[in-house]
């Protein structure tokens, strides 16, 4: 009877671990971080079902480019840091530089965060994080997805996608087919990491860690800002550089660094022959070379290295191109020059 009567007894969702009231909190809670991000062409976003969003009718023959992306194992250690209010930008900032590439301009992003039991609290953090990477990049936070499942992930941990649209007159698409030898290549300063190559950054943390050699500080901040410091944002800075300058290509240099990066822009038949040294090593990087003991081709193909965006132009246009990229805060260096293939590989540092 008693075995019966147990059976018998209710069970929530919320005692199955999914609470929806911490749900809907979040939820008021991300409304006003969206308010912020509100653009021309948004038409409904946060609470729908679905999102609206018009194409601005400046736009005559308006081609979507869309771009989706994670942040990786840099989440590893958002969650054994505490830190949760950057994650959210690099987010953004991985899809909406993507989408950049081909010239377009970002006009909206979701995003879908998913864990095992909702903190709103760290939650909020991350959503935060997410608002404050679209408000930079003139991208307007339309809706996501909030998705408790448990069982799925530790009590602590959660896991990030998003993706961006966005918009590009058809007929200046950058799809770097005029990229020719002579073409000089530019260099934009990244933000440390950024996104990509944490699994080693990780291993050279536990390393240093074992060794007792962890640093206080990198490039005049704290250890730990100065390896969780979010990917920079270039989306304003590169459309004004584009509406003024005929940029031929953009490479955004994420997972497979500079070497496997910016040959997917180049012409067949063309390399890019980069200066060693035309760049200066980071303090952070010049550290995880050291710790993991790699040489620089493994760190060009790991890791940014410290260019997180290539802009390609031509000769004549270079001094101009990054004069302008200098005034709206860039930090622009000519790291080399296109040439034909030849024997070599597409990219080669020397």
Same mark, same amino acid.
């Given at each position: 009877?008693?075995?019966?009567?147990?059976?018998s007894t209710p069970i929530s969702y919320k005692d199955a671990g999914v609470d929806i009231d911490a749900g809907d909190a979040l939820v008021e809670r991300i409304k006003p971080l969206a308010k912020k991000t509100l653009r021309e062409g948004v038409m409904a976003g946060i609470g729908g079902f679905g999102a609206l969003f018009e194409v601005p009718k400046r736009y005559k023959e308006p081609v979507l480019v869309s771009g989706t992306d994670g942040v990786g194992t840099k989440l590893k250690l958002a969650f054994e840091w505490n830190m949760h209010d950057t994650v959210?930008?690099?987010?953004?900032?991985?899809?909406?530089?993507?989408?950049?590439?081909?010239?377009?301009?970002?006009?909206?992003?979701?995003?879908?965060?998913?864990?095992?039991?909702?903190?709103?609290?760290?939650?909020?953090?991350?959503?935060?994080?997410?608002?404050?990477?679209?408000?930079?990049?003139?991208?307007?936070?339309?809706?996501?997805?909030?998705?408790?499942?448990?069982?799925?992930?530790?009590?602590?941990?959660?896991?990030?996608?998003?993706?961006?649209?966005?918009?590009?007159?058809?007929?200046?698409?950058?799809?770097?087919?005029?990229?020719?030898?002579?073409?000089?290549?530019?260099?934009?300063?990244?933000?440390?990491?950024?996104?990509?190559?944490?699994?080693?950054?990780?291993?050279?943390?536990?390393?240093?860690?074992?060794?007792?050699?962890?640093?206080?500080?990198?490039?005049?901040?704290?250890?730990?800002?100065?390896?969780?410091?979010?990917?920079?944002?270039?989306?304003?800075?590169?459309?004004?550089?584009?509406?003024?300058?005929?940029?031929?290509?953009?490479?955004?240099? *994420?997972?497979?660094? !500079?070497? $496997?990066?910016?040959?997917? @822009?180049?012409?067949? +038949?063309?390399? %890019?022959? =980069?200066? #060693? &040294?035309?760049?200066?090593?980071?303090?952070?990087?010049?550290?995880?070379?050291?710790?993991?003991?790699?040489?620089?081709?493994?760190?060009?193909?790991?890791?940014?290295?410290?260019?997180?965006?290539?802009?390609?132009?031509?000769?004549?246009?270079?001094?101009? *191109?990054?004069?302008? !990229?200098? $005034?709206?805060?860039?930090? @622009?260096?000519?790291? +080399?020059?296109? %040439?034909? =293939?030849? #024997? &070599?590989?597409?990219?080669?540092?020397?």
């Amino acid at each position: 009877m008693s075995s019966s009567a147990s059976s018998s007894t209710p069970i929530s969702y919320k005692d199955a671990g999914v609470d929806i009231d911490a749900g809907d909190a979040l939820v008021e809670r991300i409304k006003p971080l969206a308010k912020k991000t509100l653009r021309e062409g948004v038409m409904a976003g946060i609470g729908g079902f679905g999102a609206l969003f018009e194409v601005p009718k400046r736009y005559k023959e308006p081609v979507l480019v869309s771009g989706t992306d994670g942040v990786g194992t840099k989440l590893k250690l958002a969650f054994e840091w505490n830190m949760h209010d950057t994650v959210g930008i690099d987010l953004v900032a991985m899809s909406v530089n993507d989408v950049l590439v081909q010239g377009a301009e970002p006009l909206f992003f979701l995003d879908y965060f998913a864990c095992g039991k909702l903190h709103v609290d760290t939650a909020a953090a991350v959503v935060g994080g997410i608002a404050k990477g679209c408000e930079l990049s003139g991208c307007a936070l339309i809706g996501g997805e909030t998705a408790e499942m448990p069982g799925m992930y530790p009590d602590g941990e959660y896991d990030l996608a998003g993706f961006a649209v966005g918009a590009v007159e058809k007929s200046k698409i950058l799809t770097g087919q005029d990229v020719k030898p002579g073409d000089v290549v530019l260099g934009l300063a990244s933000h440390g990491v950024h996104s990509n190559g944490f699994s080693l950054v990780r291993k050279c943390i536990e390393r240093a860690e074992a060794q007792g050699s962890l640093p206080e500080s990198l490039d005049g901040k704290p250890f730990k800002a100065a390896i969780m410091e979010p990917t920079r944002l270039y989306v304003k800075n590169v459309l004004a550089a584009l509406a003024k300058h005929p940029i031929k290509a953009l490479a955004h240099i *994420t997972g497979g660094g !500079l070497l $496997e990066n910016i040959p997917r @822009v180049l012409p067949e +038949g063309t390399a %890019a022959h =980069l200066k #060693a &040294g035309s760049w200066p090593q980071t303090e952070l990087f010049a550290w995880l070379q050291k710790t993991a003991g790699i040489d620089d081709i493994e760190m060009n193909r790991t890791f940014n290295n410290g260019i997180g965006m290539v802009v390609v132009v031509a000769a004549e246009e270079a001094a101009a *191109t990054a004069a302008t !990229l200098a $005034e709206l805060g860039e930090k @622009v260096y000519t790291i +080399g020059a296109i %040439a034909e =293939l030849g #024997a &070599g590989k597409p990219v080669e540092v020397r």
